[in-house]
């Protein structure tokens, strides 16, 4: 039965349905088939949704549009601008410094590649071409996933369970995710200096350095406000993107000045779109779940796992074999939505830490988002600026490697993951 499930949902898929409606269709054939009374599925898909950390999702995703509406990027390059100062490569590193500087306050990729592309690439192109210039635009859109607060994060805690916590999530990202930031600007210096791209910048101006910082000082007050919050447990996932929402509302109107009444409906919009899809999936991956718990897929899996390898390095690395392929062609949430309550279990078994592996879960479909051929932060990039999609490609790879020799490096060292979530009582 499980068998005909994921067969069903594959070649809807790949026939271009929409991918939470051919989860629906796979699980009512399902169902069907194992001779279940098709009325367990409304109920199931209630019980599914009617859950309050999951209000988290469309709060942080409102919070992000109000502060890119706000002005937030004008504010985070000038201060970028401030600190690179005249070297080579400076554009590039302003760039990524942006990007991660976004990623703390959106927390989606999407979201950060709309913004940089259309804000950041017609100053990027004049230096250095347009291929490189998107490159550097969907490395640093990437970071959002990563660098706290993080929607894929809270997607992943939410199907894992209470063996993984929202604010434990978002620590296991914070030193891997500096790591990769300084990748980034490492190979945007480097290959700035292997290209012979000219010098760009003012120099470095302590005076400029601490008019920014001011300027910039409430805007990431933000995460700390939120993501400290969480942390400390002042307050739940779903209070703070609450608050975050509220923060981003009186620094739109109040301070940047730039956020209209006329916007609001766009945001609301937006955020809303990307909820119900999500909703979706997780409403009618329930059901597909529950086939496969009937089925006993699970603990035929986590068997066929056991009798490959007892290693649990090995089992990661099967696992982010099978996410590389998985991220190529499946949007990301629909990976989480779909595997993460298939893996997860497996991996306790293995006693590899929760933290550890959710982070490498979610940095594998992370990669997957800049990866051909379902690389959607790949295709938004190209849409916004009209590069053609195989010069992108070529441009991204350097990140890419950087970003698989992060997970490598999280793969063989687990303390790079976990230290920070276990000196805060993760």
Known sequence: MSL??????????????????????????GLWLSGFDLMVLPPRIMNAVNSFP????????????????????????????????RVRGGLAQVAIISGAGLASVSGAAVADASALSSTLVPS????????????????????????????????????????????????????????????????????????????????????????????S????????????????????????????????????FFVTRKLRLADLPEVLLTAAKTSALVGAMIAFASTVTFLFTIDLLPMHLAGMMEGITESPFLFLCL??????????????????????????????NYGIDPLHFGFLFVLNLVIGMLTPPVGVVLFVVCGITGVKMGELVRESWPFIAAMYGVLLLCMLFPSVVTWLPERLGY
């Open 217 to 252: 000082f409430l805007v990431f007050l933000m995460p700390v406000v939120v993501i400290g919050g969480i942390v400390a447990g002042a307050f739940t996932p779903t209070e703070g993107a609450a608050i975050g929402v509220c923060y981003a509302l009186l620094l739109g």
């Open 4 to 29: 005909i499930v994921v067969i069903t949902f594959l070649v809807l898929a790949f026939l271009g349905m929409p991918l939470a409606f051919a989860l629906g269709v796979s699980a009512l054939g």
């Open 54 to 85: 999951l209000m988290s999702i469309p709060l942080f995703m409102v919070a992000g549009e109000l502060m890119l509406k706000g002005g937030i990027m004008e504010r985070l390059v000038d201060l970028a601008n401030a600190f690179i100062g």
């Open 124 to 215: 990027l192109r004049k230096q250095y071409g347009l291929g490189f210039s998107t490159g550097i635009v969907a490395a640093a859109a990437n970071l959002g996933p990563i660098i706290p607060p993080s929607g894929a994060m809270i997607v992943y805690a939410f199907m894992a369970g209470s063996s993984v916590s929202v604010g434990g999530m978002f620590m296991s990202g914070v030193v891997p995710g500096v790591i990769l930031f300084l990748s980034f600007m490492f190979l945007c210096w480097f290959i700035s200096w292997k290209r012979d791209y000219p010098l760009a910048g003012d120099p470095i101006s302590l005076s400029a350095i601490l008019r920014e910082l001011r300027r």
């Open 319 to 348: 696992i982010a074999l099978m996410l590389l392929v998985v991220g190529m062609f499946l949007e990301s949430n629909a990976a989480y939505i779909m595997l993460v309550p298939l893996f997860h279990p497996i991996a306790l």
